[in-house]
């Protein structure tokens, strides 16, 4: 959309689609029509003016759980034809602490930032977006006390919804950390099944420690052996194969091609410079032997240039994955380094930026049914989320706050009836008859005796539960009574 020429052809195109995504969606949800109209007046500009926005436009949704706030943003997505569309649920469940080194922010290998969950989604900058921050009451960072609670999952999410723009120091070296820790994963798992095949005390311990022990005679002993057996039976028992499984993993993850390892966000977000490509080369060679390192050497100086991008991935994709180990090892020590001597108005000079000023940011939290007195919300949000995080976060969450009126019993029945009305033509659809027909006052008052007397603050999601409870002790009868006639 950002890159269409301007016309009144395109902005009367993109008026009819709101307009009528608008008045659609107000026929789908029931009692909170002053909702979606501050909603679409919120996001008016972000989807009819979208080359002028700067940064996000950032919406946030409270309400009792279960009033429909995610359904709404879906909803949004579809009726809006937004292709690109990522979501998260917010917690605060990792155990990791944060780490923080001269701002830079520090991922643990359970970590995971928005910069990845834009990529998972093939959101890239610029991208005429919706993100979805849903729970983010349970993402709060001060505890009952005011304590602050540190995590590390989405810490680059103040950046984005500051000025919509995150630098290349958070997300670069968070994924070096993940990958470090995927690879040392596999090498540990590698390294104890080895040691479980090895013959010693002294070769398991060797195995355990990375010390690659080779006795060439017990190699062409075993390749002997191998082959007589082939001969003798025609193929190789399991029994065999298993037993130099373990080595033979061992031996490929030092020796042989990188695999199970996915480098390309990784290569596409950092700077690699000379220096830490003879890192790799010298890498390669001490592990992978002069051959193989002669053979790339000739592959890169056919190359036009180094500095491609593809050129560097297929060099990767060469070196093995202990290679790979160490050189993301030594990386990720000369970034931090290198960040650690900076001041902050250097950082953001040095860091490489991506901007992401065409997202539609939605961050939906629930409100508590003790915040209520006589169905009207007395609490402050604002106020609110000072009990949940720091104030320079508050401040990032912006200014358009919409609050979810308490459902009347009203709107309630609403939903009930509507949800027999759909089970009933849906059913009339599928089995091609007119003949079924429910007792819909019978069925709502069933449906009442299994609700809550206060069961305005448990939101819809639980009536439609009940609904579908109550129907699916009628629907089984019903048809047979049908078929039968």
């Known amino acids: 959309m950002k890159n269409e020429k301007i016309s009144k052809e395109i902005v009367k195109s993109r008026y009819e689609i709101f307009n009528a995504a608008k008045e659609r969606i107000k026929k789908e949800f029931f009692g909170i029509d002053d909702v979606i109209d501050k909603v679409f007046t919120a996001m008016e500009t972000w989807y009819i003016y979208p080359e002028f926005m700067t940064r996000p436009c950032i919406i946030n949704l409270w309400g009792l759980t279960g009033v429909g706030k995610t359904d709404l943003v879906k909803k949004i997505k579809t009726y809006l034809k937004i292709d690109k569309y990522a979501f998260t649920e917010m917690d605060n469940t990792s155990t990791s602490v944060e780490d923080y080194t001269a701002g830079v922010y520090v991922s643990s290998e359970r970590s995971k930032s928005v910069f990845d969950l834009l990529n998972q989604f093939d959101i890239t900058p610029n991208s005429h977006a919706i993100l979805l921050f849903d729970e983010i009451h349970r993402y709060r960072t001060i505890d009952k006390n005011g304590n602050q609670i540190n995590h590390r999952r989405y810490g680059d999410v103040w950046k984005l919804l500051s000025d919509g723009i995150l630098y290349d120091s958070n997300v670069g070296i968070s994924i070096l950390t993940d990958n470090i820790a995927e690879l040392e994963r596999q090498y540990d798992n590698i390294k104890i099944g080895s040691s479980n095949s090895a013959d010693s005390f002294e070769e398991k311990m060797n195995l355990m420690m990375g010390i690659n022990k080779i006795d060439e005679n017990k190699i062409k002993e075993e390749k002997k052996n191998k082959d007589e057996m082939i001969k003798k039976l025609g193929y190789l028992p399991y029994e065999y194969r298993k037993e130099n499984m373990a080595a033979s993993e061992y031996d490929s993850f030092l020796h042989g091609p990188s695999k199970n390892i996915q480098l390309h966000n990784l290569i596409n977000i950092i700077d690699i410079d000379k220096e830490d490509m003879d890192k790799l080369k010298m890498l390669k060679f001490i592990y992978q032997g002069q051959e ?74 629930n409100t508590e049914k003790e915040m209520y007195k006589d169905r009207e919300l007395k609490t402050d949000i604002r106020e609110y989320l000072k009990t949940l995080f720091r104030p320079e976060q508050i401040s990032r969450f912006g200014s358009n706050y919409i609050e979810y009126p308490v459902l009347s019993e009203e709107v309630y029945d609403k939903v009930i009836y509507n949800e027999i009305d759909y089970t009933e033509e849906k059913l009339k659809r599928e089995y091609d008859t007119d003949d079924i027909k429910f007792d819909k006052n019978d069925i709502y008052q069933k449906v009442m005796d299994e609700i809550p007397n206060d069961y305005i603050f448990d939101g819809i999601r639980p009536i439609y539960s009940a609904v579908q409870r109550v129907l699916s002790n009628i629907i089984p009868k019903m048809l047979i009574n049908i078929f039968e006639k």
Request: net charge neutral; hydrophobic share 35%.
């Open 292 to 365: 193989d390192y002669i053979l790339n050497e000739i592959y890169l100086s056919t190359t036009e240039t180094t500095d491609d991008k593809d050129v560097i991935k297929r060099y990767f994709r060469s070196c093995s994955n202990m290679v790979i180990l160490e050189w993301l090892r030594y990386k990720k020590k000369k970034m931090l380094e290198t960040f650690s001597k900076l001041d902050a108005v250097e950082m953001r000079d040095e860091n490489s930026k991506y901007v992401f000023s065409n997202l539609l940011i939605f961050i939906c939290g």
